[in-house]
């Protein structure tokens, strides 16, 4: 069994009415969140090596956030999590994102 961890950046939570579309993908055995919903777990039966898999995770931008850092996923082997693979992405960010008002619009 594999276990696919998907933080999502700051500021946004998952959209659980997408799950039906992760579920529906071949050896796909559940769908949850973690962390307030802010990190989407799913669990496979297994994965072959090399095979590849388009996951469609949705996600609702719930406020602002400026300067975003990257965010983890993580897959890892359930029964050995010494078998662990990372990866970073990160979601276009600015400080103008989080401005507003007369003073915003001099400076961004």
Do not use: W
């Not at 992760?22 to 799913?42: A, P, Y």
């Not at 949705?58 to 897959?75: D, G, M, R, S, Y």
């Amino acid at each position: 069994m594999a276990i696919l961890e998907v933080s999502l950046p700051s500021g946004y939570t998952v959209d659980e009415d997408s799950f039906k579309d992760i579920q529906d993908i071949e050896r796909v055995r559940l769908v949850e969140t973690k962390n307030e919903d802010s990190v989407v777990v799913i669990y496979f039966e297994s994965l072959p090596k090399g095979e590849i898999k388009c996951l469609p995770i949705e996600a609702f931008k719930t406020h602002a956030v400026a300067n975003q850092k990257p965010v983890p996923i993580v897959l890892y082997d359930y029964y050995d999590t010494n078998k662990k693979a990372t990866e970073y992405y990160q979601v276009e960010s600015k400080l103008c994102d989080i401005c507003e008002g007369d003073e915003c619009s001099a400076k961004c």
